[in-house]
C-alpha cells in the first residue's frame, strides 16, 4: 500500500521561506495541491516524468518543485517570498506511469491516485 507523508510545514512570517518535503516511491509524475479553509484544492506544482515542471500562476518564481533521489526518492517543494494568501493545508500527490504533459492539466487532481494527508503552512503578515 503506497503511504505518502508530508514534512516540513509550519508558521511563518510573510517574507519568509519553508521546504515542504514528500518521501515518494517512484512514480512518474508528482504534484503538490493545497488547500485553504473554504475554498476549493488547487494544484500549485507539478514535475511530469521528463522533469518538466509547472507552476499556477500565483506561486510561479516563489516555489520551486524537485525531486531527489537520495536511497530514498524524495519530493520537496521550496517555497520562497511567503505570502498570507499561501496558508493552507499542503499536500503531495502522485501517479505511477509515463506522462509527459506540463500545462494546467498536470495541475487537475485527476491525474493523481496517490495524496499524502496534508501539511499545514501558515504565513503570518
Known amino acids: 500500500q503506497v503511504k505518502l507523508v508530508e514534512s516540513g510545514g509550519g508558521s511563518v512570517q510573510a517574507g519568509g521561506s519553508l521546504r515542504l518535503s514528500c518521501v515518494v516511491p517512484?512514480?512518474?509524475?508528482v504534484a503538490w495541491f493545497r488547500q485553504a479553509p473554504g475554498k476549493e484544492r488547487e494544484g500549485v506544482a507539478s514535475?511530469?516524468?521528463?522533469?518538466?515542471?509547472?507552476y499556477a500562476d500565483s506561486v510561479k518564481g516563489r516555489f520551486t518543485i524537485s525531486l531527489e533521489n537520495k536511497s530514498t526518492l524524495y519530493l520537496y517543494l521550496q517555497m520562497n517570498n511567503l505570502k498570507p494568501d499561501d496558508t493552507a493545508m499542503y499536500y503531495c500527490?502522485?501517479?505511477?506511469?509515463?506522462?509527459?504533459?506540463?500545462?494546467?492539466?498536470?495541475?487537475?487532481?485527476?491525474?493523481?491516485?496517490?495524496w499524502g494527508q496534508g501539511t499545514q503552512v501558515t504565513v503570518s503578515s
Open positions: 517512484n512514480f512518474g509524475h
Open positions: 500527490a502522485g501517479n505511477y506511469g509515463y506522462y509527459s504533459g506540463s500545462g494546467p492539466d498536470s495541475l487537475s487532481g485527476l491525474m493523481y491516485n496517490y
Open positions: 514535475r511530469n516524468t521528463l522533469g518538466t515542471t509547472y
